[in-house]
């Protein structure tokens, strides 16, 4: 009899996440944090002496979602910090490897983000709403990781990623850390959020 394979991965944390079936339970900041600190954006293909990470992403993305929805309920920022959280476990691919992949990247994706919403208090299903406006700060971010640290021109990245709102993204640079130093500001920020009234 052929042995079923194996469809969790053991965290740092100890705990052992069935990727097919995950559960609230076996959900950890930590885990998430330092997964997305050593994950790296654009296949690794970015300037600097350190990878641009998921998890410095997802902290650029929750501050774009704050300037196009400031009066946006903390659980929608910490919905926005959270929107690539899945990818601790199953990386980051580019667009054109998901769309290659097909449907089933969506599905395990779509699990994974409705284990770790119900673990922070969040519906396991996001509104439309909330959905487009991270949606709409994740293509800015992109525009900008294109611009300053992917070697795209404003002209492409327009092409691709749509051209940002004059004044949105004013004052806001890049700057490569370390893991440790983007899983620290990660865990700080998601702990802010959970304190926010």
Not at 127 to 154: C, H, M, N, V, Y
Request: aromatic content about 8%; some cysteine; overall charge neutral.
């Amino acid at each position: 009899m052929a042995r079923a394979p194996r469809a969790w991965q053991r965290m740092l944390s100890g705990r052992r996440l069935d990727l097919l079936d995950p559960t609230p339970m076996d959900i950890e900041i930590e885990d998430i944090a330092h997964g997305l600190a050593f994950v790296a954006r654009w296949n690794g293909q970015t300037r600097g002496d350190y990878p641009y990470s998921v998890a410095e992403h997802s902290l650029l993305v929750e501050d774009l979602f704050c300037r196009i929805e400031p009066n946006a309920p903390q659980k929608w920022r910490l919905a926005a910090l959270l929107h690539d959280a899945p990818e601790y476990v199953i990386g980051d691919m580019i667009s054109p490897v998901k769309d290659a992949v097909g449907p089933q990247y969506s599905e395990l994706d779509a699990r994974l983000s409705a284990a770790i919403h119900l673990r922070f208090g969040l519906p396991a299903v996001l509104p439309q709403k909330i959905k487009r406006a991270i949606k709409r700060a994740d293509k800015l971010s992109a525009w900008l990781e294109a611009t300053q640290i992917a070697g795209f021109a404003i002209t492409e990245a327009n092409k691709f990623f749509g051209s940002p709102p004059a004044g949105l993204l004013d004052g806001v640079t890049l700057a490569l850390r370390p893991p440790a130093d983007v899983r620290a500001g990660f865990l700080k920020r998601h702990a802010a959020l959970l304190d926010l009234p």
